[in-house]
């Protein structure tokens, strides 16, 4: 079932706290982090489908990733954005597991290389966190930055990835 929006939600507990996952009839569109940041924009979906086949198969396979079992994700997306968030939202997926990229050089994929500050920027309202991997985005000194579920979550993700000990 969907709404006349077209999106459902399902909350999913995990070991990084309540996870709201957003989808239509055509993929996910989001993962909210429930304890997240102020100030980030609140994706649509007001109604729950705890039975949405797009629901069900992103909290299986979020399951095997918090478990260590699943290093990469297969699901269809259907996020919302500009072009060049989408731009940047599609490097995001390049990342492999365990492995960390500058926002410099996800800037320099996208074909814009001075856009550090931007990139941060769609980093921060990416809709499909985990699965579009922005907590795999560091500062060019290595630092965690930013991050919409904390910074304690984007380094316990790191951490189960081998990333960050």
């Known amino acids: 079932m969907t709404t006349t929006s077209g999106h459902v939600f399902k909350l999913m507990d995990s070991p990084v706290g ?53 290093r990469a994700f297969d699901l269809k997306l259907d996020f919302a954005g500009t072009p060049f968030q989408r731009s940047v939202w599609k490097a995001l997926l390049t990342i492999p597991f365990g492995q960390t990229r500058t926002y410099g050089e996800i800037a320099k994929q996208v074909g ?36 919409g579920g904390g910074l304690d979550v984007k380094a316990s993700l790191l951490r189960l990835e081998g990333a960050l000990i």
């Not at 996870?19 to 979906?45: M, N, S, V, Y």
């Not at 109604?47 to 990733?65: C, I, N, S, T, W």
């Not at 985005?137 to 965690?144: E, N, R």
């Open 18 to 70: 309540p996870l709201r996952l957003l989808a239509t009839d055509k993929g996910l569109a989001g993962i909210w982090f429930e304890r997240g940041r102020q100030g980030r924009t609140r994706p649509r979906g007001d109604v729950e489908d705890a039975r949405h086949p797009v629901l069900l198969e992103a909290e299986r396979q979020l399951r095997e990733y918090f478990a260590g079992r699943r």
């Open 112 to 147: 814009r290389p001075s856009a550090s500050r931007a990139v941060g920027a769609a980093n921060g309202q990416n809709p499909v966190a985990i699965v579009a991997p922005c907590h795999r985005v560091i500062g060019s000194t290595g630092a965690l930055t930013g991050f």
